[in-house]
């Protein structure tokens, strides 16, 4: 019997992760995605994820339940983690009969505690970085943080990296590099269409946008790291040129409620939406808060923005892709070099430079068929190489590499 022909072995996943829908973040929208698709497959999925106010202890989304551990009144990052991957101890613990591997979204050092569970209830365990500089190899080092982060990584069975620099930081280190898979994000490519003129004026009715004129859309939190000051600062150096060009910052803003409070970010925030307003510019900037339907914000626009000081891989940069968008973007680490062909199917920038971004930006917006061919060019990079379907088969081969004790290394 070959490998082509071996029926597949399916089971319980229980997934770990700290945020998961209606929370936003690109590791949680990429967390539902795949527990979504698994359970489509015959796998069975199930979520343990933080309690927010106003959420249930337990519900069904996408047809995965979904349990859920509180951690109310926390303010710290590092109190909270631990707080919650103790916790989530208690729900694995009670279902262990349910599940086989444990597949954590975030390599996060507190999750030593449901990892060390797992080994000994001789579960499998992968672990999946999310963050350049945040949840990776760069936390190794000295002291008992740095002595769990590294067992964080040697007690998984499989590590997950989503991007190519990120796959270079951990083998050069210590670590067993035949423990490492490289695993791409991906999209929904049915979802993340591109939108035809009619579609797009209808999006734009519906999201109460301008129908006329250009739509810059930039996605994700407005969180300095991830350079939506760049993005604001940009626009404004054009909208004088381009008196109906508009702006719309999709993603967490100050209005958004977050189980752990972020006070410097949301000071960053309201900082922002203040220099607009004496810029004159409030009235063209749309700020959406989180969203269900980040698609049509993105079908709706003609030029992708993303000045993202530091990611794990930037999942909204293959949406974009996806959507047909034309994408203005940081180097990110040197992980958009290895998404986009720059002045092919992207525009990659240097610096921080406001005003470097706004030629890039115009440039597109002066040659409607240059943006077109590299709309059409990042949509069919993103069908061929980060269709969700695609990326689930390589996560069904990993999972049943494991369960039957193969190699998993990439």
Same mark, same amino acid.
């Given at each position: 019997?070959?490998?082509?022909?071996?029926?597949?072995?399916?089971?319980?996943?229980?997934?770990?992760?700290?945020?998961?829908?209606?929370?936003?973040?690109?590791?949680?929208?990429?967390?539902?995605?795949?527990?979504?698709?698994?359970?489509?497959?015959?796998?069975?999925?199930?979520?343990?994820?933080?309690?927010?106010?106003?959420?249930?202890?337990?519900?069904?989304?996408?047809?995965?339940?979904?349990?859920?551990?509180?951690?109310?009144?926390?303010?710290?990052?590092?109190?909270?983690?631990?707080?919650?991957?103790?916790?989530?101890?208690?729900?694995?613990?009670?279902?262990?009969?349910?599940?086989?591997?444990?597949?954590?979204?975030?390599?996060?050092?507190?999750?030593?505690?449901?990892?060390?569970?797992?080994?000994?209830?001789?579960?499998?365990?992968?672990?999946?970085?999310?963050?350049?500089?945040?949840?990776?190899?760069?936390?190794?080092?000295?002291?008992?943080?740095?002595?769990?982060?590294?067992?964080?990584?040697?007690?998984?069975?499989?590590?997950?990296?989503?991007?190519?620099?990120?796959?270079?930081?951990?083998?050069?280190?210590?670590?067993?590099?035949?423990?490492?898979?490289?695993?791409?994000?991906?999209?929904?490519?049915?979802?993340?269409?591109?939108?035809?003129?009619?579609?797009?004026?209808?999006?734009?009715?519906?999201?109460?946008?301008?129908?006329?004129?250009?739509?810059?859309?930039?996605? @994700?939190? $407005?969180?300095?790291?991830?350079?939506?000051?760049?993005? =604001? &600062? +940009?626009?404004?150096? #054009?909208? *004088?040129?381009?008196?109906?060009?508009?702006?719309?910052?999709?993603?967490?803003?100050?209005?958004?409620?977050?189980?752990?409070?972020?006070?410097?970010?949301?000071?960053?925030?309201?900082?922002?939406?203040?220099?607009?307003?004496?810029?004159?510019?409030?009235?063209?900037?749309?700020?959406?808060?989180?969203?269900?339907?980040?698609?049509?914000?993105?079908?709706?626009?003609?030029?992708?923005?993303?000045?993202?000081?530091?990611?794990?891989?930037?999942?909204?940069?293959?949406?974009?892709?996806?959507?047909?968008?034309?994408?203005?973007?940081?180097?990110?680490?040197?992980?958009?070099?290895?998404?986009?062909?720059?002045?092919?199917? @992207?525009? $990659?920038?240097?610096?921080?430079?406001?005003?470097?971004? =706004? &030629? +890039?930006?115009?440039? #597109?917006? *002066?040659?409607?068929?240059?943006?077109?061919?590299?709309?059409?060019?990042?949509?069919?990079?993103?069908?061929?190489?980060?269709?969700?379907?695609?990326?689930?088969?390589?996560?069904?081969?990993?999972?049943?590499?494991?369960?039957?004790?193969?190699?998993?290394?990439?």
């Amino acid at each position: 019997m070959t490998a082509t022909d071996r029926p597949k072995r399916r089971t319980g996943v229980a997934m770990v992760a700290q945020r998961y829908h209606p929370l936003f973040g690109g590791a949680a929208v990429q967390a539902r995605r795949l527990a979504e698709g698994l359970r489509r497959r015959g796998w069975r999925p199930f979520v343990v994820t933080t309690r927010a106010p106003g959420l249930s202890w337990r519900e069904t989304i996408d047809g995965t339940p979904v349990l859920r551990v509180p951690i109310f009144g926390v303010r710290r990052w590092g109190l909270a983690g631990l707080l919650f991957y103790l916790a989530t101890c208690i729900p694995l613990l009670a279902t262990a009969r349910r599940w086989s591997i444990l597949h954590v979204h975030g390599a996060a050092p507190f999750t030593w505690f449901p990892q060390t569970l797992a080994r000994l209830l001789g579960k499998r365990v992968i672990v999946k970085m999310t963050l350049m500089g945040g949840d990776d190899v760069g936390g190794l080092g000295g002291g008992v943080q740095g002595s769990m982060n590294r067992s964080v990584f040697e007690r998984a069975d499989a590590v997950i990296s989503i991007s190519r620099p990120m796959s270079d930081a951990y083998r050069a280190t210590a670590l067993d590099a035949r423990r490492l898979v490289e695993m791409p994000q991906g999209v929904d490519v049915e979802r993340y269409r591109p939108a035809s003129p009619e579609e797009r004026r209808e999006l734009r009715r519906r999201l109460g946008l301008a129908e006329e004129g250009p739509l810059l859309v930039f996605v @994700g939190a $407005i969180f300095h790291r991830k350079g939506a000051d760049i993005a =604001a &600062r +940009a626009f404004a150096k #054009l909208a *004088a040129e381009r008196p109906t060009l508009q702006l719309a910052m999709v993603g967490m803003d100050d209005t958004t409620y977050d189980p752990v409070d972020l006070p410097e970010e949301r000071t960053f925030c309201l900082a922002l939406k203040q220099e607009l307003r004496e810029a004159g510019l409030a009235d063209r900037v749309r700020f959406s808060g989180v969203v269900d339907d980040v698609q049509n914000w993105m079908r709706a626009a003609d030029v992708f923005v993303f000045p993202s000081r530091r990611e794990g891989f930037g999942t909204v940069m293959v949406e974009a892709m996806a959507v047909g968008l034309p994408c203005v973007l940081a180097p990110i680490d040197g992980i958009a070099a290895t998404v986009f062909r720059h002045g092919e199917d @992207g525009v $990659i920038v240097e610096g921080e430079d406001p005003e470097v971004w =706004a &030629r +890039a930006i115009e440039a #597109l917006l *002066a040659d409607p068929e240059r943006a077109a061919a590299m709309g059409g060019a990042a949509r069919a990079q993103a069908c061929a190489r980060y269709s969700f379907e695609v990326v689930c088969d390589r996560y069904e081969a990993l999972y049943e590499a494991l369960l039957e004790g193969r190699p998993v290394a990439s």
